[in-house]
């Protein structure tokens, strides 16, 4: 399939391209701003599908909304006609077409003139109303105020909120992606008029910038996001992409002594802590039980002898792990435990609690297994 994309180098059309070669579809023309005009009476000879993702959000002057989103959009039309070529086409829209602005009035002008055009040929066209696109690789400091906060909170640059309680409607670029390639089956969620993007989030000003600021704070609370959120989820994604390039490593409290080390690297409220726990040739760690606490051990590096004993018995159980077979051992409630390192070389161990420490609670008791 031979595939048009205009816009191709914009937010939209940067994600739509990357998708398609990542589905196998190698056959793209892509054109934008800068590519030679010939070649889009060469492509439109040709092209299967059109994403016709080209348009203007910030000119210098507003006549240029109008050039832009609709003027351009009857080039594109003209030189398919031209060409008797009428291959399915997909427009980006805006739900501001439906406001009496000057980007609304050109979004809603190149929808009139896609409607037409579908009824004069016969071409299936798709137009897809968006309401505020967000992901990665959206230009900050532009039209889309989830990116401009990503890249000013990872910066520590100011950012402004005149009203948190405003209600934002959002997609992700993914979602888009993947509806608008659906479309190339003709599969898209309509109301017989325009397509739309399945899962929208609605979400608050204010409670955006709360997540953004959490994100950022958790490299020293070592806290996730609630991945059961969907809009958590990718807004994280979203946040973590506007990283400084000098920024993706963070350090991390290494707590040392003569035995090794330990360190925390994740805590959350509901899924416990993760940690690394590396121990010297010959060290025992542990020797305490837990009512409630229950713990799972990977031994990642080396070798070790992990010990059991009930409370209130004697037998006690044995286990050899190392990292050269990779397994979990659970740490149960209501046995000592220990891990003593039995190799030449450090131990790593991979340990996750399924509670966060609690000092006024710990929950631990020494006893030797």
């Avoid at 137009?127 to 105020?145: D, E, H, I, M, T």
């Avoid at 969620?189 to 950022?216: E, N």
């Avoid at 806290?223 to 400084?244: D, Q």
């Avoid at 010990?307 to 792990?321: L, M, N, S, W």
Wanted: aromatic letters at 12%.
């Amino acid at each position: 399939m031979k595939i048009l994309i205009t816009g191709a180098n914009g937010f939209v059309g940067k994600n739509l391209v990357c998708e398609l070669k990542n589905r196998g579809f190698n056959d793209l023309y892509l054109f934008d701003i800068d590519t030679d005009p010939a070649l889009l009476d060469v492509y439109c000879a040709s092209c299967n599908f059109v994403f016709h993702l080209a348009g203007v959000n910030r000119p210098k002057d507003e006549k240029e909304f109008m050039e832009g989103n609709f003027g351009f959009t009857s080039v594109l039309l003209d030189s398919l006609k031209k060409h008797h070529n009428i291959a399915p086409v997909l427009i980006s829209s805006s739900i501001q077409a439906a406001l009496n602005n000057p980007y609304g009035q050109s979004k809603k002008a190149g929808e009139d003139l896609m409607f037409s055009y579908g009824k004069e040929t016969g071409a299936k066209v798709y137009v897809f109303r968006l309401p505020n696109v967000f992901g990665k690789w959206c230009r900050p400091n532009y039209n889309s105020a989830v990116a401009t906060f990503c890249n000013n909170i990872a910066r520590d640059l100011p950012i402004t909120v005149n009203d948190p309680e405003v209600i934002l409607n959002l997609v992700y670029i993914d979602d888009v992606v993947d509806s608008f390639i659906k479309a190339m089956n003709a599969d898209v969620l309509s109301d017989g008029s325009y397509c739309s993007i399945p899962t929208v989030h609605t979400v608050k000003l204010g409670k955006i910038v709360t997540l953004l600021t959490q994100f950022k704070e958790s490299r020293k609370t070592l806290s996730v996001p609630n991945m059961g959120n969907s809009f958590e989820k990718v807004l994280y994604s979203t946040y973590l992409s506007y990283l400084p390039e000098d920024q993706f490593s963070y350090p991390l409290k290494m707590n040392i002594d003569q035995r090794g080390s330990f360190t925390e690297i994740i805590r959350t409220e509901d899924r416990g802590q993760f940690s690394v726990n590396i121990s010297k040739p010959g060290i025992t760690k542990g020797n305490h039980w837990h009512h409630t606490k229950n713990e799972k051990f990977v031994v990642v590096q080396g070798k070790a002898l992990i010990q059991f004993r009930k409370i209130g018995t004697d037998a006690v159980i044995d286990y050899h792990v190392s990292g050269d077979k990779i397994e979990v051992v659970d740490i149960p409630t209501g046995y000592t435990h220990n891990i003593i390192n039995e190799g030449n070389s450090d131990l790593v161990t991979f340990m996750w609690a399924n509670e966060v420490f609690n000092q006024e609670k710990p929950d631990t008791y020494f006893e030797k297994v």
